[in-house]
């Protein structure tokens, strides 16, 4: 895992694309692997996720949402209970139709999403009122075979993710549920990855099969002018189940029973890519600093071989120290390693996305101090070593709010407020997301999408179309506007761009 | 939820088989699923496994592993690379070979174990010494298509597990860690799990398939009399680096390099089913008290139509009082449902193994104290409020201890050390386990496996044969003895039986 000899040698600004690559596979975030579409998540990219898993767990623990674990498989006829919801996946779904050297009567998938294995459980473990709410979550990894535009934590054919799945008895608790979770994901963004979100309704063609109607949380990757789906909290109504038979009672005794309203919502590791792309530079990685696995990286400063083996000696004391003091307060490694030069650990840990680099020469150990740079901006700064713990908590939460508050500015900058179709034309050809009025018609957002899809010299499509990234919650009204795209009244904004 | 109208119909000494499959799911540890052998697993299941995964997780990290996530899936060539492994599972493999409507060109094998998915990886990640050890976890399920004898939580298609994989300069190095893992496994089922296991090193035949040497932890389940392996750490030799490439330089510059000598380990949520088989009684599941999703339930007692009103208020208060202390040092539960008998919740938490009652009645509160039952025992004792905490915390270990006791002492009683195949044969028939000195030889260990195989009336297979569980490291010497089966010279005692 040494021998990490080059920087990147692509910019951000140049080749978006093959900077990326180059950020989380010499970031040691993900490796590719034999399989086009699946990626091996490495520690340090496992530790993010883990974070998220943590926080996340604790958030719906305080909702009474209990963690299961449900099969992987699921067959046929159960798979295409539900329709809309077997159409949408059906393109992409795994089969497995052969286990040692026995070919399957019957063909097993593997799950692209969990309602149709999970709800034939909520019908029998769901009899009275008394049994609602039901709410339960899995953390997994999911199947969708995807046949082109994998890339690594964004679209894979394998990706983890948690799913949770409610079942309430009315419509109304449901709905609040959708939103408190949707809350808690623009929460995992913003508190965890320092990255911005938009909060809104997917539009009736965006929708996911066999819901109701879909909330998600979208992002802005500035290096491509794409927008991204972040997470999405569906309301399924009593869509599944009817067609899966989950239904209570309504009164003790009485014949009358009705089928319960339910809901699931999933986020996936594109989390952790999306934070990547928004934060990382031309040097490489730059982590959130409070999902980093290492925080604070230590470098013993100015040794050289003329130093005396005294003067070395108390170096290392007083580094030690140093890393007692702060392993209280963060997660810290001291790179003591004699085989390489100073100046090769600071690339190292750079292009690795450590947060804060903490140097320490023979100077800072005269003055108690050492010197505190930052990954982002690579600010430094000299800081006493008394209460060293408590100052790097401090510049780690500074960073976090910088980070942030940068990435927001960038997004803010990059959403357009148009009202002529000529204006959508440009702000796309400049990257930008939109902000229109419009009419809400399934028909006309294909018609967006076929008149902004482009095409090459061979017919060949080089960018899918815009379509509606979601219709925002904080909109401001288009009372008395007209559709962007076909000039029938608009119902309100929403949020156009190309995506992922 | 509620309705759980029946308490077990199937005793645990007629009809063994039965009981447990009424334990688990009555319990609400486990669901039977539409696919054979694939089984959900419900929240008071998945948290004895949170447990376990937690209490693992600290112990490798101050080992120095590292967590990641390496794909599911594994293309057929690469899965064929080491040829004693893939002879030890392809009978079990699940082939994926279409997805949505194309047929691959090359199916790809759900993972059964992922050594031949992580070592390409290490092949590209260990260079030079400087990269060793390389220590990596993960947790996930795997797939193995079993034919016959699935058993929730013991034998499925689908099981969760952790799997670790270890890589060393040095084969001392990777021994010294083959037994560190072999001790934490043992320590999983004495200290969180309350279920005693021998350790000892796999016979030839039952060695992992590309292992130079398997050891493993062997518990044993009175109510069948067959033991089972309860986790396994395999010494790989350099046998999968060889076959991966995975090598360094052993000096700096030079030509020579190593082959690097590997560990692969596993333990699964059979665990938990040990746990199950061993404990539970005839009045349901008995959960191990360190797991237990809920140790205390409280359940106010005494309350009739005739109480007082103000009365019940004041019992709900005491009883909220005791809550309020209890949730800082335990996972508390109070039963305050008014729509069913106190009869009924006795029986409701009983069923399902929650390890501690606390009974509040008016007397009770009179007094100060409240009346804590444990549900291993049965036995009852009047306690007082104050630092009702701290004597629920002693209670559950206590109970822990005793549990564990009682589990050593049955075991240990059902452990016949034999000196003639007769005594051997006899020993069998009485579900105990054996220790015989035994020639450690293949051909011998196959011969007392058929000559212990039961048939039935038509020739088909009621009881397979007894083999060797494993050659424990504590065992007396067989010094001049001979083997119990073939009469030539006994290389050690072998523990024999019967199996799951």
Same mark, same amino acid.
């Given at each position: 895992m040494t021998k990490q000899k080059f920087g990147l040698t692509a910019k951000k600004e140049e080749d978006f694309s093959e900077w990326y690559v180059q950020v989380i596979t010499k970031g040691e975030m993900i490796d590719y692997y034999e399989i086009k579409g699946c990626y091996v998540m490495r520690p340090q990219g496992q530790f993010v996720w883990k974070c998220i898993q943590k926080w996340f767990t604790e958030k719906i623990e305080e909702l009474g949402v209990q963690e299961c674990y449900f099969p992987m498989l699921v067959p046929k006829s159960t798979l295409e209970k539900e329709k809309n919801h077997v159409e949408n996946f059906s393109p992409e779904v795994a089969w497995i139709t052969k286990c040692g050297n026995e070919v399957l009567g019957d063909p097993v998938a593997v799950r692209p999403t969990s309602e149709t294995i999970i709800y034939p459980s909520f019908s029998k473990w769901i009899?009275? /009122?008394?049994?609602? %709410?039901l709410k339960i979550n899995q953390w997994c990894s999911v199947l969708r075979w995807e046949l /082109?535009? *994998?890339? %690594?934590? @964004?679209?894979?054919?394998e990706f983890l993710w948690q799913e949770g799945h409610t079942a309430f008895l009315t419509k109304e608790e449901s709905d609040v549920e959708v939103f408190a979770i949707l809350d808690l994901y623009s929460r995992i963004y913003s508190e965890l990855l320092a990255v911005p979100v938009i909060k809104g309704r997917k539009s009736e063609s965006e929708k996911?099969?066999?819901?109701d109607y879909t909330t998600s949380i979208e992002a802005f990757i500035p290096g491509s002018g794409r927008g991204i789906q972040a997470g999405t909290s569906h309301s399924l109504g009593q869509n599944f189940s009817k067609m899966f038979d !989950?239904?209570?009672? *309504?009164?003790?005794?009485?014949e009358n029973s009705s089928f319960v309203y339910q809901n699931s919502w999933g986020l996936t590791t594109r989390s952790i890519g999306i934070a990547i792309m928004i934060h990382s530079d031309n040097l490489g990685l730059v982590l959130p600093p409070r999902v980093a696995m290492i925080q604070v990286v230590v470098i013993p400063c100015? !040794?050289?071989?003329?130093?005396?083996e005294e003067d070395v000696e108390s170096l290392r004391t007083y580094i030690s120290k140093i890393h007692a003091q702060l392993k209280n307060f963060v997660r810290v490694h001291v790179d003591d390693r004699n085989n390489v030069t100073v100046g090769f650990k600071f690339n190292h840990w750079e292009i690795r996305g450590v947060p804060l680099r903490l140097e320490v020469g023979f100077k800072d150990m005269a003055n108690s101090e050492a010197c505190l740079v930052r990954r982002d901006t690579r600010a430094k700064k000299q800081v006493s070593v008394e209460d060293i713990g408590q100052t790097v908590m401090e510049e780690i939460d500074t960073m976090h709010n910088d980070m942030l508050s940068r990435a927001t500015t960038e997004r803010d900058r990059r959403i357009s407020y148009v009202r002529s179709f000529e204006e959508f034309m440009s702000s796309l050809e400049n990257k930008k997301m939109i902000m229109a009025p419009w009419c809400g018609v399934d028909k006309c957002e294909a018609n967006i999408k076929s008149k902004t899809t482009k095409f090459g010299p061979n017919g060949n499509v080089v960018s899918t179309g815009a379509k509606t990234l979601c219709i925002p919650y904080e909109a401001k009204s288009c009372n008395g506007m007209e559709c @962007?795209?076909?000039?029938?009244?608009? @119902?309100h904004y929403a949020l156009f761009g190309r995506s992922y």
């Open positions: 009899r009275s /009122h008394r049994d609602l %709410p /082109h535009g *994998t890339l %690594p934590f @964004i679209r894979g054919k996911f099969g066999g819901a !989950i239904k209570v009672d *309504t009164e003790e005794g009485s100015g !040794i050289t071989a003329s130093s005396s @962007i795209n076909c000039n029938q009244k608009a @119902i």
